[in-house]
């Protein structure tokens, strides 16, 4: 899954709302931040590096859609950082040094809340 394929899908099942940049949602909820492989608590390494970029968009959309379970009827999306894909580069040696593998990894990481339309 390309990460434009996903957005569209995600904002179509739960349509965005834009907000000020302030520490918390309009919801009144912290905004949280959910990589691949589900949510990251703030100062925690990412739970999931993945091998090509379209599994790691998969498994961003997987937890999206997770941590969207149980927030009832018609639930807004509120961005605070859209989604991005995030790139390691990783060098492995073996024991004695003699042979090196160079691979990437990726990660999808977004600030997001899922919750009740806020009415003003």
């Not at 302030?22 to 990412?46: H, Q």
């Amino acid at each position: 899954m390309q990460l434009n394929d996903a957005l569209r899908q995600l904002e179509a099942k739960f349509p965005p709302e834009t907000c000020p940049l302030e520490p918390l949602a309009p919801t009144g909820e912290p905004f949280i931040t959910i990589a691949s492989g589900g949510e990251k608590p703030d100062g925690e390494i990412y739970p999931v590096l993945c091998a090509t970029r379209e599994v790691a968009v998969q498994t961003w959309y997987d937890a999206v859609l997770r941590h969207a379970e149980g927030k009832g009827k018609r639930p807004i999306l509120y961005w605070r950082e859209r989604p991005e894909i995030i790139v390691y580069h990783i060098t492995m040696a073996d024991e004695r040094g003699t042979h090196r593998l160079t691979a990437n990894r990726y990660t999808v990481r977004s600030r997001l809340v899922i919750g009740k339309k806020v009415k003003v």
